[in-house]
């Protein structure tokens, strides 16, 4: 989940894996597994656009969780 969100956030696989700390052929590999998983090409912009907008309700709907309730 953090690879996915960091790239998102960059929007550029050898930021994330700077920002990751990990080898951008690490953070690739990942980002195509995601991609597969969710039936998206995370390395399109409009797939990586529908990725943000997934993980930003995501985190809205995460919030609306009272802590002791998770």
Do not use: F
């Not at 090409?41 to 309730?69: C, H, I, K, M, Y």
């Amino acid at each position: 989940m953090e690879t996915l969100e960091v790239y998102c956030a960059t929007g550029s696989r050898s930021r994330a894996a700077k920002l990751l700390h990990l080898h951008h052929s690490s953070v690739s590999r990942r980002i195509g597994q995601i991609g597969k998983m969710l039936g998206i090409d995370l390395t399109d912009p409009t797939g990586l656009t529908r990725a943000g907008l997934a993980l930003t309700g995501w985190r809205l709907l995460d919030d609306s969780v009272p802590r002791n309730e998770r």
